[in-house]
């Protein structure tokens, strides 16, 4: 039988995303030369990839950084209308306005259909429990859509500190009991943490988005085939790394039928209400 397959995150990069400066350190690893960027990058550029894999659906994400819209609400809204049985968008808002980023947030939710909201802590040099993001929670909740957001060190030649979750993340978990949140990028060097957090509470997972199954620490593949087979949602960060490059790691993993059926879609679907 074939599996059901929901990335958790990826985005359908543009030119000018993937030429931005602070992703000099993941063109290097990825041997891309700016200057040689395509012109355009077309849906089936991402499609493919997705196909490519046997993925189901995958979380579309928007990004917004202190300039504004990197990969605008908007244009992830209008992909996913245009395969909306493959796609699914997860906006993303402008932190230090937030009274902004909550109108911006509940239009992104109400009228263009998206299903959670991601930002990014080291885009913003602010962890998760600074003050501009309470006002987020909160709308969040009201909405009923997860808030997602990178945890652990950073790939692009920025901070990683904002990434760690205790105490940061913690803290929102403890105030914001009602809000559903996923930490993607395993939390790595502090993935211990993020299990702890993930134990801790309800409605904190982690997604497994920019590693192969082959960096999962040791805790992190226990955690999967034991208790916390329902708190780990399988991502690939795709175009850093495609689908394909994770999925072909998953049978080192070691799981049983049930925690392999949670990991690659089940938990996915649950934490985002996907039908």
């Given at each position: 039988m074939t599996d059901a397959i929901i990335d958790a995150w990826i985005q359908h990069p543009t030119p000018a995303f993937l030429a931005d400066?602070?992703?000099a350190s993941l063109r290097r690893w990825l041997g891309l030369d700016a200057a040689s960027l395509p012109r355009e990058i077309p849906p089936a550029f991402t499609l493919g990839a997705l196909d490519a894999a046997g993925v189901e659906r995958a979380l579309c994400s928007a990004w917004w950084g202190p300039g504004g819209p990197l990969l605008s609400n908007d244009e992830v809204a209008a992909l996913c209308r245009a395969h909306p049985t493959r796609?699914?968008?997860?906006?993303?808002?402008d932190l230090l306005h937030p009274m902004d980023g909550v109108r911006e947030l509940r239009r992104a939710v109400r009228e263009l259909g998206l299903r959670g909201l991601r930002i990014l802590p080291w885009l913003w040099r602010l962890p998760p429990n600074d003050r501009h993001y309470y006002p987020l929670y909160a709308e969040c909740v009201e909405l009923g859509v997860p808030f997602c957001l990178q945890v652990g060190h950073?790939?692009?030649?920025?901070?990683?500190?904002?990434?760690?979750?205790?105490?940061?993340?913690?803290?929102?978990?403890?105030?914001?009991?009602?809000l559903t949140i996923v930490g993607g990028h395993i939390g790595h060097p502090w993935t211990l943490e993020m299990i702890a957090l993930a134990t801790k509470y309800d409605n904190v997972y982690i997604d497994t988005s920019a590693h192969k199954p082959r960096r999962y620490p040791p805790e992190l593949v226990?955690?999967?085939?034991?208790?916390?087979?329902r708190k780990v949602l399988f991502g690939s960060n795709f175009p850093m790394l495609t689908p394909a490059q994770c999925l072909a790691e998953l049978d080192a993993l070691g799981l049983d039928d049930e925690a392999r059926r949670l990991f690659l879609a089940d938990n996915a679907r649950r934490v985002f209400r996907l039908e």
């Amino acid at each position: 039988m074939t599996d059901a397959i929901i990335d958790a995150w990826i985005q359908h990069p543009t030119p000018a995303f993937l030429a931005d400066p602070m992703f000099a350190s993941l063109r290097r690893w990825l041997g891309l030369d700016a200057a040689s960027l395509p012109r355009e990058i077309p849906p089936a550029f991402t499609l493919g990839a997705l196909d490519a894999a046997g993925v189901e659906r995958a979380l579309c994400s928007a990004w917004w950084g202190p300039g504004g819209p990197l990969l605008s609400n908007d244009e992830v809204a209008a992909l996913c209308r245009a395969h909306p049985t493959r796609l699914v968008g997860i906006a993303s808002v402008d932190l230090l306005h937030p009274m902004d980023g909550v109108r911006e947030l509940r239009r992104a939710v109400r009228e263009l259909g998206l299903r959670g909201l991601r930002i990014l802590p080291w885009l913003w040099r602010l962890p998760p429990n600074d003050r501009h993001y309470y006002p987020l929670y909160a709308e969040c909740v009201e909405l009923g859509v997860p808030f997602c957001l990178q945890v652990g060190h950073t790939g692009p030649l920025m901070p990683s500190e904002p990434g760690r979750p205790i105490p940061y993340l913690d803290e929102v978990a403890l105030d914001f009991p009602e809000l559903t949140i996923v930490g993607g990028h395993i939390g790595h060097p502090w993935t211990l943490e993020m299990i702890a957090l993930a134990t801790k509470y309800d409605n904190v997972y982690i997604d497994t988005s920019a590693h192969k199954p082959r960096r999962y620490p040791p805790e992190l593949v226990a955690f999967l085939r034991g208790h916390g087979r329902r708190k780990v949602l399988f991502g690939s960060n795709f175009p850093m790394l495609t689908p394909a490059q994770c999925l072909a790691e998953l049978d080192a993993l070691g799981l049983d039928d049930e925690a392999r059926r949670l990991f690659l879609a089940d938990n996915a679907r649950r934490v985002f209400r996907l039908e």
